[in-house]
C-alpha cells in the first residue's frame, strides 16, 4: 500500500500564497515523475504541474510564471508554490506519484479555496 500524505491547502485572498506538500511512502529511487492535478467542481481533474527526477518540469499554462514545483528525492516530497492566485485556482488539489513500471497513485486532496 502506497501512502500520499498532502498538507497545506486552506482560504486564501486573490493575489495571495499557498505552499502544497506531498510526501510519498517507498523508496526514493523508484519514484519517477511527482506531480499535482486539480479538479474544480462540475469539472474533470487536470494537470498543474509535475516533475521528473532530473528536474524537468511541466505547466499548465493557466499556472506558467505563477506556481512553481519542486521535489526533495531524499525526503519523497513533491510541493507545488502557489503565488498570485486567483478565483479559478480554486479546487481540490490532488498529489500524484509513477513509479517504476507507471503504477500512479494518488493523495487524499486537499482543498484550495482562493476567495475574497
Known amino acids: 500500500q502506497v501512502q500520499l500524505v498532502e498538507s497545506g491547502g486552506g482560504l486564501v485572498q486573490p493575489g495571495g500564497s499557498l505552499r502544497l506538500s506531498c510526501a510519498a511512502s517507498?523508496?526514493?529511487?523508484?519514484?519517477?515523475?511527482m506531480g499535482w492535478y486539480r479538479q474544480a467542481p462540475e469539472k474533470q481533474r487536470e494537470l498543474v504541474a509535475d516533475?521528473?527526477?532530473?528536474?524537468?518540469?511541466n505547466y499548465a499554462s493557466s499556472v506558467k510564471g505563477r506556481f512553481t514545483i519542486s521535489r526533495d528525492n531524499a525526503k519523497n516530497t513533491v510541493y507545488l508554490q502557489m503565488d498570485s492566485l486567483k478565483p479559478e485556482d480554486t479546487a481540490v488539489y490532488y498529489c500524484?506519484?509513477?513509479?517504476?513500471?507507471?503504477?500512479?497513485?494518488w493523495g487524499q486532496g486537499t482543498q484550495v479555496t482562493v476567495s475574497s
Open positions: 500524484n506519484v509513477v513509479y517504476m513500471l507507471g503504477y500512479r497513485y
Open positions: 516533475i521528473t527526477r532530473g528536474d524537468t518540469t
Open positions: 517507498g523508496s526514493s529511487s523508484s519514484i519517477t515523475t
